[in-house]
């Protein structure tokens, strides 16, 4: 989470601008076609992707905000998910392609962010996508990230939110 507002920082100063680290739970129903019927275009691969991450429970974040003093450097916190007890992610930031700094320097390169903002920086490989595995009513997912705590969801059909 941010806690300074920052524009055109370099990468070298932009963890200076946040004040501190949560969980993202970044779910998508990789299934959903808003417009079935529609003739295919090159960019509807990636748009109708998009439209998967708009549902209402959707990104959930938490637990907690740990402060950016106790977590130091966020290039170096191990990673999991779990699904129903197993575990279909195992990882660390050290392994991302961008660094959270340099993540902050590209975003505030054209947006102001503004304290209170949130950045998801992405996932680690173990999606269920690529393994044909997706959620389902009642699962639960445990996301977590070391010294920040676990992010506990439930998933539930639209019908009984």
Known sequence: ???KRCKGIPAAKA??????????????N?????NPNRKERTQDGFFDWLHGKWFDGFAPVGPC????ADIGDPQSLK??????GTTHQDASTADMIFSVAEIIEFICSFVTLEPGDLISTGTPSGIGSPKG??????DVMAAEIERIGVLKTQM???ETK
């Open 65 to 68: 905000i740990t402060s950016a």
């Open 30 to 34: 990789r299934k959903f076609r808003p």
């Open 1 to 3: 989470m941010m806690g």
């Open 156 to 158: 539930m059909s639209e």
């Open 79 to 84: 990673l999991k998910l779990r699904v129903n």
């Open 15 to 28: 963890l200076d601008c946040v004040a501190g680290y949560t969980v993202v739970n970044d779910i998508s």
């Open 133 to 138: 595995v997706y959620l389902h009513p009642g």
